[in-house]
């Protein structure tokens, strides 16, 4: 009878431990899956900021490639202007 007692006592003292495991574990996996959760919606947001970036780039790309135009052609103009004022007229 003693050993019996003693025997149930180990195994409920096992089974004890093994469910004690078993929450902390569970606690284990929640927190894991709350921080995957949260680095997936970080993630996500931090693609959409990075595809917003790359459109407003692409576009100031072109706004500076425009002004680049502008200034050649401004300086063209002023450069035919000088070559302009720099000749004799035809009279002289």
């Known amino acids: 009878m003693i050993k019996l007692i003693k025997s149930y006592f180990n195994l409920s003292q096992t089974c004890l431990v093994i469910y004690i495991g078993f929450?902390?574990?569970?606690?284990?996996?929640?927190k894991l899956e709350e921080q995957?959760?949260?680095?997936?919606?970080?993630?996500?947001?931090?693609?959409?900021?990075l595809f917003s970036?790359?459109?407003?780039?692409?576009?100031?790309?072109?706004?500076?490639?425009?002004?680049?135009?502008?200034?050649?052609?401004?300086?063209?103009?002023?450069?035919?202007s000088i070559n302009k004022d720099d000749e004799k007229p035809p009279h002289y």
Do not use: P, R
């Open 53 to 80: 970036q790359q459109k407003e780039i692409t576009c100031l790309k072109k706004e500076i490639s425009n002004f680049n135009k502008k200034i050649d052609e401004l300086n063209n103009g002023i450069e035919a």
């Open 23 to 30: 929450i902390l574990m569970n606690n284990v996996i929640k």
């Open 36 to 49: 995957i959760t949260f680095l997936q919606q970080e993630i996500s947001q931090m693609s959409s900021e």
